[in-house]
């Protein structure tokens, strides 16, 4: 096991094996999360990430191999596990006959926190709900949804959260709006597991990567790390036109400063360009 500053992980893996029948999903998977890291499982469908949270969050038990969270073997201590985690899944988990406050109040009750009232306006003004915080969440868009869900998971402090795969379904805005409550979340020192199949979600978020491929990792490291694994880039003069991404945050906001594209921008913030101009030459670094 890993020490991360004197600190053991806040996630541990060893070996994990998991199959259906004949079907190998896990074929001894390994790594470690560091307390207060965003750590992002990156693979495509069918990869296993779901399988490892599954197993992590307790739903499910591995062949082999040995798992802890926060201390605690997942097979041995179960209880202990699922009093340290909270987990969020593919689609937001909300009741959409409650309005905000309810759920997240609902949440505290079965947690058994004192105080489910406060909790909820002080989870409501942290994700900056307060305004819709009293209207039924079946009103809300989808990225209002996805972080209300994430504050119902921060309920009672839990130190370690699961993410699987948390902008499924989501629009460009709503997806950055998930990405500054994942941030926030790491910020205050909650340690966050993200699954993901969206490099570019991995690339933003993520303090460690690894990509799980046919039941392995096949790596595990930094971006940094994981970009020289290639060969040096070559710098060249291309010919490059604006993204649909660039053309659609240019005109309805959210650049850089809110986690979007570096080149979004527009007149309104100061950009001489419009959507249409964009296509000037530039230089850019190209892999080959």
Not at 99 to 110: F, K, P, S
Not at 127 to 154: E, K, P
Request: hydrophobic content about 40%; overall charge negative; charged content about 25%.
């Amino acid at each position: 096991m890993t020490t991360t500053g004197g600190r053991a992980p806040a996630i541990h893996v060893q070996g994990l094996e998991k199959s259906y029948k004949k079907l190998s999903v896990l074929r001894g998977v390994d790594f470690d999360v560091a307390p207060g890291s965003i750590f992002a499982l990156l693979g495509s469908n069918g990869a296993g990430k779901t399988t490892v949270v599954n197993i992590l969050s307790t739903l499910l038990r591995a062949d082999a191999g040995t798992a802890t969270v926060n201390g605690f073997d997942v097979a041995a201590n179960g209880a202990e596990v699922r009093e340290s985690i909270s987990l969020t899944g593919q689609f937001a988990a909300v009741d959409e006959i409650l309005t905000g406050r309810e759920n997240l109040a609902l949440v505290a009750r079965l947690r058994r926190v004192q105080d489910p009232g406060r909790v909820a306006d002080e989870l409501l003004e942290r994700f900056s709900l307060t305004d819709a915080g009293g209207r039924r969440t079946a009103t809300y868009s989808g990225g209002m949804r996805r972080r209300l869900d994430i504050a119902m998971s921060l309920v009672g402090n839990p130190p370690v959260i699961f993410l699987d795969e948390p902008t499924t379904g989501l629009d460009p805005q709503a997806r950055l709006e998930v990405w500054d409550a994942v941030r926030e979340l790491a910020g205050r020192g909650t340690t966050v597991l993200l699954t993901t199949q969206h490099l570019e979600e991995a690339e933003h978020l993520a303090d460690r990567i690894a990509i799980l491929h046919e039941g392995r990792i096949i790596v595990n490291g930094t971006l940094d790390e994981l970009r020289r694994l290639l060969p040096p880039a070559k710098v060249e003069y291309v010919e490059k036109q604006p993204t649909l991404e660039d053309i659609f945050f240019a005109l309805v906001g959210g650049g850089p400063e809110n986690g979007g594209p570096a080149n979004s921008g527009g007149p309104e913030n100061g950009d001489e360009n419009t959507p249409g101009d964009r296509g000037a030459r530039t230089t850019t670094k190209e892999q080959r």
